[in-house]
């Protein structure tokens, strides 16, 4: 079975740029200008009054709360999910650090133009003529290598930092997985492949302070390949999702808190039923924001396509049958038209569009 290091390096996204030291500049270069004609869409959020749903996990109706949430937004809060504060904390920290050394120590454990894991540019950066005012450091597998490089004398007790906040998530995405399954009249045996056989990989995000936020992007709006991507977010506001009627709303941090976005394999997995939600970073003058989020998705070779409780005369697939390896490969080559590359009828408006990564 594949890996998803190779499904990443099958498809390989070149960013050609080297990153700068963001926290030395005192004026925004011209590169991370964008105007109006380059933003993705309305630079102001339109809240509207409009807010993410918050879930509690110990609700017994969190099944049928969790699939309203993925149907009319794409994405929710969550709490009393089980993760123990300190270990959103110690992950926090993590990022903290390593994003703080000096720009020629994080180059030691860059990604190489073809790899996946390691310091550099949001993959999406190619897609787009500006570049984005943040960095960002991925995790797929073992963090070992390029944690020896930027810390050899700790590397150990950062590397254990990673190994269990990924088990620990690894089990809240089984749950939260089956419980939108739950929410779509899906059961555990008629899934067999969820559980421990799924991929995933970590991505931490840091949004430095920027000099002229309102013409920066901190990360350009785009969808996730994934099921699901849980993300954890410091107490400091920039993530925003857009809803249709509202514009783009803004995901309040709540303390403890991780929010949930559907990816597009849960969108095709739905039959469209639960879209994949559209969402950016925006950025500050005065605060560094950092995140962590953690992609899930299926085996590398498991096909995904329309449950088929979810189709029938009155519902037809509207997606073919996909691997992630394979639609990795529709991201990388066609990014906010990848769900159109598999989408079965034609005429048909997908609800969002666009790419990888999470803020």
Known sequence: MPSLSEAYRTH???????????????????????????LDDDHTSNNCGESVPVIDLNDPNASKMIGHACKTWGVYQVVNHSIPMKLLHDIQRVGETLFSLPSHQK?????????????GLARISCFFPKLMWSEGFTIIGSPLDHFRQLWPQE?????????QYDETMKKLARKLMWLTLDSLGITKEELKWFGSKTCAALQLNSYPTCPDPDRAMGLAAHTDSTLLTIL?????????????????VTVQPISGGLVVNVGD??????????P????????????????????CGPPPNVEICPHPKLVGPNQPPLYRAVTWNEYLGAKAKHFNKALSTVRLISGLFDVNNNTEQVG
Not at 12 to 38: A, G, M, R
């Open 276 to 295: 994949s939600v559209l969402h950016r970073v925006m950025v500050n003058r005065v605060q560094q924001r950092l995140s962590v989020a953690y992609l």
């Open 155 to 163: 590397y150990h007790k950062y590397c254990d930092i990673v190994t």
């Open 232 to 248: 954890h977010q410091n107490n400091i506001s920039g993530l925003q999702v857009h809803r249709k009627g509202a514009g783009w």
């Open 12 to 38: 390989p996204v070149h960013v050609q740029h080297k990153h700068p030291d963001l926290n030395s500049l005192q004026e925004l270069p011209e590169s991370y200008t964008w105007t109006h004609t380059n």
């Open 107 to 119: 180059h030691k454990a860059a990604r190489s133009p073809d790899g996946v894991s390691g310091y």
């Open 265 to 274: 394999l849960l969108h095709i997995l739905s039959n469209g039923s639960y």
